[in-house]
């Protein structure tokens, strides 16, 4: 027989497990060395938030930018061409938007919609002035329409999303660059183009360009032909064995002289090669991996099933490698992004350059604090802003776990 | 995905990348086929310009002023951050002493100021950019020695500003003379002559010093007045400058000593005399300008001027725009739209700027300055 | 795939894959020459019309200009070769020490992002999302102009008791000189380190008999450092002190004496001990975690202590893991070491630039400093190649 237990006897839960004291004994106070790197932490923590805080409100003097928004964000792009600017950002919030409401069927997803664009574009609130907050608004209109679409009609949307997002890239070169020298979507020429607008296009034509080569190349590395094998482990090697700055020097300096005499290259194109060669080493390493991630059955298959070896690759194994090197691609898209910064070093004024030349201007000497820390910030929000995106895009859409 | 679906994919995709490739090619190709279309199939302006040897570019348009006018602007190699002479604005134009020189050129060639694009180089990349024929001129404060006007395939316009090296310290430092140097260390940009002057000058005095040696005029100046440096050496004219825009001018002195001749103008590529004929005499009209009493202002008034050299200047008589390969009221243009020496000199550095830049040796001859313009006949 | 069916000449040559393989490598060989041969072409014809023909003979012409720091005797009337060994031993100084550091911190910020402590984790967690997100270039310069070129002037230089002294001028610290007694003790020293080595060397071979691995490294330290001690004072009998401290002082407008690190070897060093250590946590952080939980509980069970567990179970099976993106860390550092042109530091890299302008002999310059940095990268490769077949014996 069974005794019935009285509520009596019943022990309350352990004490270390309930409650924020004992969420805090247990990971900030778990022993005296533990309590000790606590407080040592904590006041470090404090010292940092206050020295940080104190100098944001009170020393610092940040005319240098807020007077100079524009010039950081688009460098010298015409104003009279700001509508094509503001265009590609509302394909980007429809995209977001259809993406989201294809691929993550859960509704906190437009809750992340609302968050992540305008965290994005906040700084292009500052560029046109206050009356540029209906575009930013009409942004996430389109991101919220995009999303009820996508989740409405997920299957006849999923095609024409995967085509845009894979346009996306090449539109923003055609539509910020423009065609004809008058009228409608006339040319703007690359020495205006400038500021963080510059850096993202730089990242943009890096690794849109390269991913044509990267995958050539990382075939090359995989054939058994040894003079194709040999050739691009030798261009992967010496590529990824030198500096970028020495090859946007070379590029700067040595690609006028290779080019027939009367061919000369705007030096914004000059560089983008240099960035170009340079990725496409890397790229070709991150699709090599995709490539070895494929399991040998899927080979076999292919080759029982009788087909070339083009179509094994082409219709077999690059679209399972590719797919696994998504996640990949977009670590190597902000480290470009990052690395972009280095064309500064050549005389373009991406947004470090800008900063750079903002810093000569007589009534803002001795800003380079200011200035640093916000351009640091901007590249910050980007950076982080993509790969945790990524991050959950991954979780979400599981790739990289087949 | 389907299989179709993927090819129709890829294809689209290449096609696009194409697109973009040819739209990146086009501007390029422009002016290189027009310069072309004159002259034979194989030879194009750029070659007749980097091998002066093999052809002459006296032959009308096949040099650099074809190009420039097929492009329909003049590229200009300039400092984007030396103030007063060229820096960016805040509104993403240039101003300076150097880009009015540029608008002079453009009128000159184009009778208008604003067909320039400028190309904001630094002191290492300017000679290559201009070897390789990245710019048709570099307006830069770049000074005329005997090693870049050969060997660099350079050569050079006039010198529109006779400038020295010279070294600014603290006034509480207590240095007053290049002697009193010994120990100190020096903040000096890279790749100018500056940094040459520095080495020979206290090589053969016997100073020890140590130099810092920083890319930009900026970081040189910044790490000065930071207190990295006991001493900051650039151009006189520089140091004027810089010094006029310290938060406490006052604190600092520069040193009577000259450590160099430092003679600034424009510099074209070697080989087309058609070209450093225009660029060298567009700024002789701006001499000649000032010494004639003719500015912007009056400029109109003056055409009709009883002074023949007025009326050859300004094209009223004879053709020297014709023997330049340009229009005849070239001179007109200038000094209507950007005008003559002194209104560019005290635009950018006279009295009325922060800078207050004593005129000295880059007065009209007149005056007891250097500026002398070869007669206009 | 080639059939054996090809072999008995069913297929003619135009059809058999062998020999169309060959054919195709021909042409790819043949047409990237061609390329190559055209560029290369266009490239020596351009130079020759510019009258600076491609040659390595300037290398032996003066250099003219003079460079801040430098490990070997140099000045102005140095060759420009001297001048690229000047900034080649600078790249190898600070990437050499900034390896060393980076992995130091990288190890405690990696080890600290693991932490069972809330706050200490977290804020490993900041410090290396936040590096890891940001240009280095933008780090450096920050560096640069808004820490070391803000620190307080000579004359009120921070003074750690008079044996450090912290401005904008440079980090000095005291420094032993030899002294009278130095050319005694240092054949005491030379036989301290080969007797501890001696040392280290039989307790690792009597660890792989036993099984039982000691701290051979230790032993060894500790042999050398007491005779190295006991021999200090031999020589003082014999000859003197063998070395005296050198104090910094300030002597005009500087400090002399003592150590001394300018404020643009300290930015890009900083920069790249800071930045790479970023990097090189994830990698420790990674490694570790690769380390089944099994195995902590199993060294847990059989008794060892916290440290005993990292440093006989957990390290040894991470570092397998480790390795590899750690030598792809270490060349990025080396690489990244070319942005020393930004602060100032007079790196491989920023002598070849100055040389460039002032010669004008950028195509014959950057071959040389690409050369030098693929060597780089060659010989860490090799190295750590070596290195993880060593450890990979010795753990089997």
């Not at chain 1, 991101?143 to 009820?148: C, D, Q, S, V």
């Not at chain 1, 007589?362 to 800003?367: D, E, K």
């Not at chain 2, 993403?92 to 608008?103: N, P, R």
């Not at chain 2, 300004?314 to 020496?341: C, F, H, P, R, S």
């Amino acid at each position: 027989m069974t005794t019935l237990t009285s509520t009596k006897d019943i022990l309350p839960p352990p004490t270390e497990r309930i409650g924020i004291l004992g969420w805090m004994k247990k990971n900030l106070f778990g022993s005296i060395g533990d309590t000790i790197l606590t407080f040592v932490a904590g006041a470090f923590l404090l010292w940092l938030i206050f020295a940080i805080g104190n100098w944001i409100i009170n020393t610092a003097q940040w005319a240098a930018v807020t007077d100079n928004l524009q010039l950081y964000m688009k460098g010298q792009y015409p104003g009279s061409e700001d509508w094509r600017l503001w265009f590609l950002m509302f394909l980007l919030g429809l995209l977001i938007g259809l993406a989201w409401g294809i691929f993550l069927k859960r509704a906190e997803a437009v809750g992340w919609v609302l968050l992540i664009i305008p965290v994005i574009l906040a700084a292009w609130l500052f560029t046109l002035g206050r009356q540029s907050w209906p575009h930013l608004l009409f942004i996430d209109v389109l991101a919220i329409i995009g999303y009820f679409l996508g989740k409405r009609y997920p299957k006849k949307l999923a095609r024409p999303t995967y085509i845009l997002i894979l346009l996306y890239m090449p539109l923003v070169i055609l539509v910020v660059r423009g065609f004809g020298q008058e009228g409608f979507m006339k040319l703007v020429p690359t020495n205006l183009w400038g500021g963080l607008l510059l850096s993202l296009l730089l990242a943009i034509f890096g690794i849109v360009f390269s991913f044509p080569f990267g995958v050539l190349l990382a075939l090359g590395r995989q054939s058994k032909l040894p003079a194709l094998k040999t050739i691009s482990v030798l261009y992967i090697e010496i590529i990824r064995g030198v500096p970028l700055i020495t090859l946007l020097f070379m590029g700067q300096l040595m690609l006028p002289f290779f080019l027939p005499a009367g061919i000369t290259i705007d030096r914004v194109i000059r560089a983008t090669v240099a960035i170009i060669m340079f990725a496409a080493a890397y790229m070709a390493e991150n699709v090599r991996g995709g490539l070895q991630s494929i399991p040998k059955g899927q080979y076999e298959a292919a080759d029982a099933l009788g087909l070339s070896g083009w179509q094994k690759m082409v219709f077999i194994i690059l679209p399972q490698a590719l797919r696994a090197v998504i996640p990949v691609l977009v670590g190597q898209f902000i480290g470009l992004f990052k690395d972009t910064s280095l064309v500064a070093l050549v005389g373009l004024l991406d947004l470090l350059g800008i900063a750079r030349g903002i810093l000569a201007n007589p009534n803002y000497i001795g800003r380079q604090l200011e200035v640093f820390a916000f351009i640091a910030l901007i590249y910050w929000v980007f950076s982080y802003g993509m790969s945790y995106g990524s991050r959950r895009l991954e979780v979400a859409l599981g790739v990289g776990e087949r | 995905m389907s299989r179709k679906l993927l090819v129709v994919l890829l294809v689209v995709l290449l096609a696009a990348l194409a697109l973009a490739a040819c739209g990146g090619a086009k501007e390029t190709a422009a002016p290189t086929e027009a310069a072309a279309a004159t002259t034979a199939p194989t030879a194009t302006s750029e070659q007749t310009a980097a091998q002066p040897t093999e052809k002459p570019a006296q032959q009308e348009g096949e040099g650099t002023l074809a190009t420039v006018k097929a492009r329909g602007k003049i590229i200009c190699g300039v400092n984007q951050a030396v103030p007063g002479f060229g820096f960016l604005q805040p509104d993403g134009s240039f101003a300076g002493f150097d880009i009015d020189y540029c608008k002079a050129l453009s009128s000159a060639v184009f009778g208008s100021p604003d067909k320039v694009e400028y190309r904001p180089l630094n002191a290492k990349q300017r000679f290559t950019a201009l070897q390789a024929g990245e710019i048709d001129v570099l307006i830069r404060n770049t000074t005329w020695t005997l090693t870049r006007d050969t060997e660099l395939g350079a050569n050079f316009a006039p010198t529109t500003f006779y400038d020295g090296q010279g070294i600014m310290v603290r006034k509480d430092s207590g240095i007053k003379t290049l002697a009193d140097l010994e120990g100190a260390s020096i903040c000096v940009s890279s790749g100018t002559t500056t940094e040459l002057n520095l080495a020979d000058q206290m090589a053969s005095r016997g100073i020890n010093y140590t130099p810092v040696v920083f890319e930009t005029a900026d970081e040189t100046t910044g790490a000065y007045l930071d207190g990295r440096c006991d001493a900051y050496t650039t151009d006189k004219s520089g140091l004027v400058a810089r010094q006029s825009m310290f938060p406490h001018p006052e604190d600092h002195m520069i040193l009577d000593e000259t450590l160099s001749k430092e003679p600034l103008g424009p510099v074209v590529r070697h080989g087309d005399d058609q070209w450093f004929d225009i660029v060298k005499w567009m700024v002789f009209a701006t001499f000649q300008a000032e010494e004639s009493g003719v500015t912007s202002q009056n400029v109109d008034e003056m055409k009709n001027a009883e002074d023949p050299n007025i009326r050859k200047l300004l094209g009223t008589e004879g053709d020297m725009g014709a023997k330049l390969g340009l229009d005849n009221d070239w001179a007109y243009n200038i000094i209507k739209q950007v005008g003559n020496y002194a209104e560019i000199y005290n635009r950018n550095l006279g009295p009325d700027t922060v800078f207050n830049l004593p005129r000295g040796m880059n007065s009209s001859w007149k005056d007891g300055g250097l500026l002398y313009s070869p007669p206009f006949r | 795939m080639t059939f054996k069916e090809s072999d008995h000449g069913a297929v003619p040559f135009w059809r058999d894959e062998r020999y169309l393989q060959i054919i195709a490598q021909v042409i790819v060989v043949v047409v990237l020459i061609a390329i190559g041969w055209w560029l290369i072409h266009n490239l020596l014809t351009g130079l020759e019309a510019l009258g600076i023909p491609m040659s390595f003979k300037f290398l032996g012409l003066t250099a003219q200009f003079d460079i801040g720091e430098s490990m070997i005797e140099y000045s102005r009337n140095s060759t420009y070769a001297q001048a690229l060994l000047v900034g080649l031993l600078n790249t190898i100084k600070v990437s050499f020490l900034g390896i060393v550091f980076a992995t130091l911190f990288g190890i405690i910020i990696g080890i600290a992002r693991l932490s069972k402590n809330w706050l200490v984790n977290k804020l490993a967690a900041i410090y290396v999302e936040a590096l890891r997100n940001i240009p280095l270039l933008v780090f450096l310069i920050f560096l640069s102009t808004s820490v070391f070129h803000k620190l307080p002037r000579v004359q009120n230089a921070l003074s750690a008791w008079g044996w450090a002294y912290l401005t904008n001028r440079g980090i000095y610290v005291v420094w032993p000189q030899p002294a009278g007694g130095w050319d005694v003790y240092k054949w005491f020293l030379l036989g301290s380190f080969i007797i501890g080595f001696i040392v280290a060397a039989i307790k690792f071979r009597e660890g792989k008999k036993t099984g039982r691995m000691p701290l051979y490294w230790l032993w060894g330290f500790v042999v050398f450092a007491v005779l190295a001690a006991i021999t200090w004072f031999i020589a003082q009998f014999m000859a003197g002190p063998p070395m005296h401290l050198d104090f910094p002082s300030l002597q005009g407008r500087n400090f002399k004496g003592g150590k001394s690190l300018t404020p643009e070897f300290m930015a890009i060093f900083t920069g790249l001990v800071i930045y790479t250590s970023a990097f090189i946590a994830e990698v420790v952080r990674a490694g570790i975690q690769s380390v089944s939980k099994g195995q902590r509980e199993a060294a847990t069970a059989v008794g060892l202590s916290g440290f005993q567990t990292m440093r006989l179970v957990i390290f040894p099976q991470a570092m397998r893991v480790i390795i590899p993106p750690l030598t792809s860390q270490y060349l990025n550092l080396t690489k990244n070491s070319s942005l020393a042109i930004a602060v100032g530091y007079p790196d491989l890299f920023a002598v070849g630039s100055t040389i460039i302008n002032q010669a004008g002999r950028a195509v014959e310059v950057i071959l040389i400093t690409m050369g030098v940095y693929l060597t780089f990268s060659l010989l860490t490769s090799l190295f750590m190649n070596w290195y993880n077949k060593h450890t990979r014996l010795v753990e089997r």
